[in-house]
């Protein structure tokens, strides 16, 4: 059965610093595509970074520079670094798991994912 559980959400005040994990189980994420994506309160999932196949990465222009994503193939798990947090970070933090279409530039679009995790909450304020 293939998975994805989110953990490492929470409050944070603005500047501050958290590491969101998303874990695999059912199947190998390094032979996928796996992106982290957000949902805020009456706005649409808007992609946030992911990591291909081969190590490729994106970031969406509003993270760059504060958010790194990184994969453990030992550990069957990707992370999604977050630093320097706003309070605009604010939002339901999802993973997703796609077939790979090569290139990265597809892999920020939610409906190229048909696996979901359940989601994992970041609040940034003070």
């Known amino acids: 059965q293939v998975q994805l559980v989110e953990s490492g959400g929470g409050l944070v005040q603005p500047g501050g610093s958290l590491r969101l994990s998303c874990a695999a189980s059912g199947f190998s994420l390094s032979y996928y595509g796996i992106g982290w994506f957000r949902q805020a309160p009456g706005k649409e999932r808007e992609g946030v970074s992911c990591i291909t196949s081969d190590g490729s990465t994106s970031y969406a222009d509003s993270v760059k520079g504060r958010f790194t994503i990184s994969r453990d193939n030992a550990k069957n798990t990707v992370y999604l670094q977050m630093n320097n947090l706003k309070p605009e970070d604010t939002a339901v933090y999802y993973c997703?798991?796609?077939?790979?279409?090569?290139?990265?530039?597809?892999?920020?679009?939610?409906?190229?994912?048909?696996?979901w995790g359940q989601g994992t909450q970041v609040t940034v304020s003070s």
């Open positions: 997703a798991g796609g077939n790979e279409r090569g290139g990265s530039s597809w892999c920020l679009w939610p409906r190229y994912f048909g696996s």
